[in-house]
C-alpha cells in the first residue's frame, strides 16, 4: 500500500493566519518530496519540492519543511488567502525510482 | 495552463465497454504518468512510461493498459469497464523523471463515469 499519509483529512484556518498541512512518511529512502494543490475540477499543481539534503525551502509565502529523523514533512502557507482553498496533498519519490506516492490529501478551508 | 492535454474532458460508458484515454505531454517531456483518482481515495500511480517504455508500474488492473507512442503522447485503455472504474485519470508529465529533480505537471483530468 501507499505509505504517505497527512494527518489531518480537513483544516480549517482563518483568512490571514498561517496554515501548517503535515504529512507523514514510512519510506526512509525517499530523497524528494513535492507538495501539490489540487483545486476543485482541476489537476493537481506542483507547489514547491524539497530533496532530502535539505530541511527548509521557502517559496512565494509557501515553506516547505522536512524533518528526516521523524519521517515528517509540512507546508506552511503565510497569510491564508481565500484562494488557497483547495487539497493539499504531499508526495514522495525513492532514490532511484520514478514511482511518485502521493497521501490521501489535507482539504483546507478558509474561514472569513 | 501546465501543457498537459488530456482528452476527453468528460466520458460516460456502460459497464462491459472499452474506452482510451489520451495524453499529450508538455513539449519536450519525455517521461508520462498515469493516475487514478476517486472520490474516496488520493492518487493512486498507475503507470509511468519514458520515451516509449515502460519505466514504472504501480496498481494498475490487468483490465487496464498503457503505451506511449513515438510522438510522445500516451493512451490509456480500459477494458471490460465495472462500475468502480468511475473515476478522474490523470495525466502527467515531465522532461525526464522525478528522480533527476525535474518537475512534474499534471493535466486537467479525464472525468470517466461508467453505468
Known amino acids: 500500500g501507499e505509505n504517505v499519509g497527512l494527518h489531518l483529512p480537513t483544516l480549517s484556518v482563518q483568512e490571514g493566519d498561517n496554515s501548517i498541512i503535515n504529512c507523514a512518511y514510512s519510506?526512509?529512502?525517499?530523497?524528494?518530496f513535492i507538495w501539490y494543490k489540487q483545486e476543485s475540477g482541476k489537476g493537481p499543481q506542483f507547489i514547491i519540492d524539497?530533496?532530502?539534503?535539505?530541511d527548509k525551502r521557502q517559496g512565494q509565502r509557501v515553506t516547505v519543511l522536512l524533518n528526516k529523523t521523524v519521517k515528517h514533512l509540512s507546508l506552511q502557507i503565510a497569510a491564508t488567502q481565500p484562494g488557497d482553498s483547495a487539497v493539499y496533498f504531499c508526495?514522495?519519490?525513492?532514490?532511484?525510482?520514478?514511482?511518485?506516492?502521493f497521501g490521501k490529501g489535507t482539504r483546507l478551508h478558509i474561514l472569513p | 495552463d501546465s501543457g498537459v492535454t488530456q482528452t476527453p474532458k468528460h466520458l460516460i460508458t456502460a459497464t462491459g465497454q472499452r474506452v482510451t484515454l489520451r495524453c499529450s505531454p508538455r513539449?519536450?517531456?519525455?517521461?508520462v504518468y498515469w493516475y487514478q483518482q476517486s472520490l474516496d481515495q488520493g492518487l493512486q500511480f498507475l503507470i509511468q512510461?519514458?520515451?516509449?517504455?515502460?519505466?514504472a508500474k504501480g496498481n494498475i488492473l490487468e483490465r487496464f493498459s498503457a503505451q506511449q507512442f513515438p510522438d510522445l503522447h500516451s493512451e490509456l485503455n480500459l477494458s471490460s469497464l465495472e462500475l468502480g472504474d468511475s473515476a478522474l485519470y490523470f495525466c502527467?508529465?515531465?522532461?525526464?523523471?522525478?528522480?533527476?529533480?525535474?518537475?512534474?505537471?499534471f493535466g486537467e483530468g479525464s472525468w470517466l463515469t461508467v453505468v
Open positions: 502527467a508529465s515531465s522532461a525526464r523523471g522525478p528522480a533527476s529533480g525535474n518537475t512534474i505537471y
Open positions: 519510506n526512509s529512502a525517499s530523497d524528494y
Open positions: 524539497i530533496r532530502s539534503n535539505m
Open positions: 508526495a514522495e519519490i525513492g532514490a532511484h525510482s520514478d514511482k511518485i506516492i
Open positions: 513539449s519536450g517531456d519525455l517521461s
Open positions: 512510461y519514458y520515451n516509449g517504455e515502460e519505466r
